[in-house]
């Protein structure tokens, strides 16, 4: 199982919705804190918390111009992974979102960059 350890905390770094969002966003192009807050409507703090959890995954950087940091797409099979997850969606009828543990009707919230609680015995 360790080998898959990587793969899971690649999944679980993408499965909050705001980082996804984020994501989603730099997808279309560079963007500053300000930019993505104003897009997206949330707060400042929540943004930067997000934007440091992806960094600390090397999914997404930024470059410095100015006092200003423009934060893009670290790599571009980020981008490949985002197209073959919205073709297993089409191709499953987004049948996920019926999952009872996943799917949009549960309360479960995903921590940003939280690690997942231990199973209880």
Do not use: N, W
């Not at 918390?49 to 099979?77: N, W």
């Not at 985002?82 to 969606?89: I, T």
Request: charged share 20%; aromatic share 4%.
């Amino acid at each position: 199982m360790d080998g898959l350890a990587p793969a899971a905390a690649l999944f679980h770094s993408l499965a909050d919705p705001v980082r996804l969002s984020i994501v989603q966003r730099l997808a279309r192009g560079e963007a500053r804190v300000v930019d993505l807050t104003r897009e997206l409507g949330l707060a400042q703090s929540t943004v930067s918390k997000h934007l440091a959890c992806l960094r600390g995954c090397m999914l997404v950087d930024y470059r410095a111009q100015g006092r200003q940091s423009f934060y893009f797409i670290a790599t571009p099979e980020l981008l490949d992974l985002l197209r073959s997850a919205e073709h297993l969606l089409a191709a499953t009828d987004r049948a996920v979102a019926l999952c009872p543990t996943y799917g949009t009707g549960t309360d479960q919230q995903l921590g940003a960059c939280a690690p997942e609680p231990e199973a209880r015995a």
